[in-house]
């Protein structure tokens, strides 16, 4: 087996946490990436006994640019080299376009799109080459939902960037692809103040899509791990939809 080193940035839940337990299996090396401490070492022990890799935590708050400069420095020091990285850790703060405020527009696209860019920028250097960066994009960045202006926007900056981003490291052999997943059951629902009414309901339109349900964390593993695997090699600045069938 090719035993590979992988960063995975929100892998205390959701999408980020099904990700390290599928590598995990895999037999890979992990390093996760959290805002949580107490997440971050329960979600370190229930990977752990997944595999024989090794889990290394690491405490992150996206937000704050000096946590991602230090957490970088660190791994550094600590002589981490990374075959790849998933850019997951992201939020969703639903508001209608006439009540939009400065701050969660603020907030979304520090979390969403400059933390994902600096993240990677600073993790350059602890960067194999080649590697294999995928971003977790969204449904939203081709269907409209009310609500959703500054995360659409938040998911197709760092799409955008990552066409760039494909050219500059293409010497190095770095590479990066994106998932899209559609209405996918996790706790951002619940973060994004959601009621289990709501919720609800949100489910029961996801059961009229061709999948017939809603979408789980665990419908996006595979994906995720083919794009960091050298299979995926070909590939550059691609973007699969794992959205049930929604849109057609
Ligand atoms: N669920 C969906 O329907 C859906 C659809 C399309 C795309 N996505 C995208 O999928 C990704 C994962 O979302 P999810 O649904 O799995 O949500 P989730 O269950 O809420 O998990 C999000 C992860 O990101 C972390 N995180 C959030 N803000 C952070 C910050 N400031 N610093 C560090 N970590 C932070 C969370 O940490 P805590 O555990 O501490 O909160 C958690 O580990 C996101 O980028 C999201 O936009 C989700």
């Known amino acids: 087996m090719n035993q590979k080193h992988y960063l995975i940035t ?3 839940a959701g999408i980020g946490l099904a990700t390290a337990k599928q590598l995990a299996s895999e037999g ?3 390093t996760i990436v959290g805002r949580n401490t107490q997440k971050l070492q329960d979600a370190s022990v229930e990977i752990a006994r997944l595999g024989n890799g090794e889990v290394i ?3 992150c708050d996206s937000g704050d640019m000096t946590q991602i400069t230090s957490m970088a420095a660190a791994l550094q020091r600590d002589g981490l080299a990374y075959d790849g990285i998933v850019l997951n850790a992201g939020i969703f703060m639903p508001q209608n376009f006439s009540e939009l405020s400065e701050a969660s527009f603020d907030q979304t696209m520090t979390v969403n799109f400059k933390a994902p860019l600096f993240t990677l920028h600073a993790l350059l250097p602890c960067l194999n080459n080649p590697a294999s960066v995928v971003f977790i994009s969204s449904l939203v960045v081709h269907k ?3 609500g959703a202006t500054s995360y659409s926007a938040s998911k197709a900056a760092f799409e955008a960037a990552a066409r760039v981003l494909n050219l500059e490291l293409a010497e190095r052999g770095i590479r990066i692809n994106s998932i899209r997943p559609g209405v996918t059951a996790t706790e951002i629902q619940r973060k994004a103040g959601m009621d289990e009414e709501q919720i609800a309901e949100l489910s029961g339109v996801m059961q009229s899509t061709a999948l017939g349900r809603i979408l789980r964390p665990d419908d ?5 791990s083919y794009l960091l695997s050298d299979a995926s090699v070909g590939m550059r600045n691609s973007c699969l939809d794992i959205d049930g069938g929604f849109t057609l």
């Not at 996006?220 to 995720?224: N, S, V």
């Open 10 to 12: 929100g892998a205390t």
């Open 28 to 30: 890979h090396n992990l």
């Open 57 to 59: 935590t690491q405490r």
């Open 144 to 146: 409209a939902f009310a």
């Open 220 to 224: 996006m593993t595979a994906a995720i």
